[in-house]
């Protein structure tokens, strides 16, 4: 089976100097994620969360370790090599109007992954298909229509949408749903699994619900204070957590019933 995504002995520190120690982000993370795998990264703010996808795309390098990215050093990766990479991957922010151009018209933006990875030519029902399946109807009410008339919801149809077309084998999605309402959260949460399923690409998503960990992942990793401290199949962990961070996160999970 092929690795996606490899973590060997990874710290990230920011703003350390000969005076400053500075702030440990990760320490000693190792982390395997293979294709076709669905891997929810949990954690309360500051756990070191965004930081695993932030590594993951070359947007941050590690103070020490490696992060393989199919076989390829992200941390010593060309600009070439990092696009290449690039191209394999998607990812999903957990503001949808950060990622959107506000100048770009929706069809614009659902078709821009096509022109970035060679494949413009590709079928003109291309970007409605992908907008009807994220439930986005009819397509051509939404077209021409600007990021910014969009609901939150809408747009992370949208950004879901750029998925679909770019056909990612490798999918991170950083806390998508914690800007949506709880009645729009396990819509998006199934979009994505679909999505995964469809091109058997691995998924890494990253938010601080345990509930919503469960409903998406088959594979549960805990952070806590920049330290991986639990790393076990869903259901094995959320019946028998181990670490106290893990008790405390399904303690806050179960004050949402309707999401579990």
Request: positive net charge; aromatic residues 2%; proline residues 5%.
């Amino acid at each position: 089976m092929t690795i996606a995504l490899k973590f060997d002995d990874v710290c990230v520190s920011y703003g350390a100097s000969r005076r400053n120690a500075g702030v440990d982000a990760l320490m000693n993370v190792n982390l395997t994620i293979d294709s076709g795998e669905r891997v929810a990264v949990v954690g309360r703010s500051g756990a070191g969360k965004s930081t695993i996808a932030k590594l993951a795309c070359g947007l941050t390098k590690p103070s020490s370790g490696c992060v393989s990215v199919f076989g390829t050093d992200a941390s010593r990766a060309s600009r070439r090599e990092l696009r290449r990479l690039r191209h394999r991957m998607h990812l999903v922010f957990q503001d949808p109007y950060q990622s959107l151009h506000p100048g770009l018209r929706v069809g614009d933006l659902v078709k821009e992954p096509l022109l970035i990875t060679g494949r413009g030519r590709t079928t003109k029902s291309a970007v409605p298909d992908a907008l009807a399946r994220v439930g986005l109807t009819p397509p051509s009410q939404f077209m021409d229509r600007a990021p910014a008339t969009l609901s939150g919801g809408q747009r992370q149809r949208v950004a879901i949408a750029r998925a679909l077309v770019a056909r990612p084998e490798l999918i991170l999605a950083d806390e998508p749903t914690s800007m949506l309402d709880a009645s729009l959260r396990a819509t998006i949460a199934n979009l994505l699994l679909e999505l995964q399923a469809e091109q058997n690409a691995a998924l890494i998503f990253i938010t601080h619900d345990l509930a919503l960990a469960r409903q998406v992942a088959n594979r549960i990793v805990v952070l806590s204070e920049g330290r991986v401290v639990e790393d076990r199949p869903t259901e094995e962990l959320l019946s028998d957590p181990e670490h106290v961070e893990t008790r405390k996160l399904l303690a806050a999970a179960r004050q949402q019933p309707k999401e579990m």
